[in-house]
């Protein structure tokens, strides 16, 4: 059952947790801009000696490009605190699946750089379509494929075409290649009244075609969280995740060991966590939050005050 935080009782909550993780948009800020009293916040538990990760299913921009949008909020932060799922992806396969061969990617720009600056060779980025004319129906067809490649990447592709599905599924399929997805989330957020298909779909179209289930980078599976513990070290039981979203925030925590709170600043309503703690099915009771509050900035006062105190 989610608890309702109280002020009486946040000083011994934050002390109970030396490593925080957040989610981005929705908790961190929203439509209108930056939630009051974040900045202050994350600088302030820095300083009590908490470790704070931002960890996002976003995989088509750069750590680069996070400290860029933090920036415009007022939040100060290190690259090496943020972890996308383009940089999950990158970082899983060279330290964990320590896979040393070139990898085919299906993802944008940011997938492709992430991949790079961790010197990981990588193709497939950009357009490639079958010529107008051919029937890819033919046993003829012939694609190009790189003896080098030892792992394909799925991400969200702006360029995705039937060729590029060809290359994957044969890759993973006729070669043997290794097959990791950076998020499996089936929509992208939008404002203007249209439905955008999300990196989720694209990775489905694989799965379907190779007949194999992709390692996936991206919440709620817990492939970042051991990129960060093989980093840090951290402990799961001293970790609290703050999220706004039930199937991908609450789910990670809970599937990474840590406790998990959500914030109402987001997509997420006390409804919603009834709704999947009434639920008879197993994956939804892992949706029900340990703690709950309005905002994440609700931590603000209790935090002020250990530092005065320190």
Known sequence: MAVRLHQNNLRSFVESFDNFIFDCDGVLWVHAGIVPGVPELL??????????FFVTNNNTKTREQFLEKFSKYGIQ?????????????????????????????????GLSEELTQLGIPNIGYGP??????????????????DPEVGTVACGFDQFISVKKYIKA????????????????????????????PGTGCMVSFLATATRKQPIVAGKPARTSFDCIVHKYNIDPSR??????????????????????????????????????????????????????????ADLLPAVIEMLNES
Do not use: W
């Open 43 to 52: 600088q302030s538990l820095r300083k009590l000696g908490k470790k704070v």
């Open 77 to 109: 932060a290190s690259h090496t605190e943020i972890y996308t799922s383009a940089y999950s992806t990158a970082y899983y396969i060279k330290n964990i699946m320590k896979c040393n061969k070139k990898v085919y990617m299906i993802g944008g720009k």
């Open 128 to 145: 490639d379509c079958i010529d107008e004319g051919t029937d890819v129906q033919y046993d003829d067809l012939e694609v190009d494929l």
């Open 169 to 196: 599924s044969t890759y993973i399929v006729n070669r043997g290649c290794n097959f990791i997805a950076t998020n499996m989330d089936d929509r992208l957020p939008t404002s203007n009244g249209i439905t955008m």
């Open 239 to 296: 970790t609290l995740m703050v999220g706004d979203r039930l199937d991908t925030d609450v789910l990670y925590g809970h599937r990474c060991g840590t406790k998990a709170l959500l914030v109402l600043s987001g997509c997420t309503t006390l409804e919603d966590v009834d709704k999947a703690k009434r639920s008879s099915k197993p994956d939804d009771q892992e949706k029900v939050p340990d703690f709950y509050l309005p905002s994440i």
